[in-house]
């Protein structure tokens, strides 16, 4: 009797992946991405999205997306980027981060999350969201939903140098 998991095995590796963009294109030195660039990049493609998906059944799935945001998603005008890792069976440890962009590139909003466990057994998540005042930076974690902790705290921005000729003026 011949085994059917060579035949499973051919027929999921086409399902593997689907990409309309390479993101290591877009990276900087210091692991983030040029945002400047991705939304240059969209433009120029005429597509709705920049995408790259790896999806291997039960292991892992890798998604990433650059988009526009819509009317229906009722956010600023701007973009949006989503980067979800996930491992094990339907998601069991999961990586998922967020990211929210004016027009002009500038950072509007980041979430990240980790989870264990489907997030059952620990969940780590973590916000910031830059405001007039500042940046609002919450974080939580819980450990198997009876442990946890969250902190919600202001960073003020930096105030904007004097120039020169405030500074005589003030002296």
């Known amino acids: 009797m ?6 499973l095995l051919a027929a999921t590796l086409p399902l593997a992946g689907c990409a309309n963009y390479d993101f290591a294109k877009a990276r900087l030195p210091n692991g983030d991405y040029d945002i400047p660039r991705l939304i240059a990049d969209l433009k120029e493609s005429g597509r709705s999205s920049l995408s790259d998906v790896t999806w291997i059944p039960f292991v892992v799935t890798r998604a990433r ?13 701007g973009y949006k980027f989503g980067d979800v890792l996930t491992v ?7 990586d998922k981060q967020s990211r929210l962009f ?4 500038e950072s509007i909003e980041t979430y990240s999350s980790v989870g264990v466990g489907w997030r059952l057994l620990f969940n780590h998540r973590e ?7 500042g940046t609002r930076r919450y974080a939580g974690w819980r450990f198997a939903l009876l442990l946890g902790d969250e902190d919600k705290a202001y ?17």
């Open 2 to 7: 011949r085994s059917i998991t060579p035949f």
């Open 65 to 77: 997306v650059f988009q526009a945001t819509e009317d229906k998603d009722k956010l600023p005008t």
């Open 88 to 94: 094990g069976p339907f998601g069991c440890v999961s």
């Open 102 to 105: 004016a027009s002009a590139g």
């Open 127 to 133: 916000d910031l969201v830059e405001t007039t005042y």
């Open 155 to 171: 960073t003020p921005k930096a105030a904007a140098p004097k120039s020169d000729a405030a500074k005589s003026t003030s002296d």
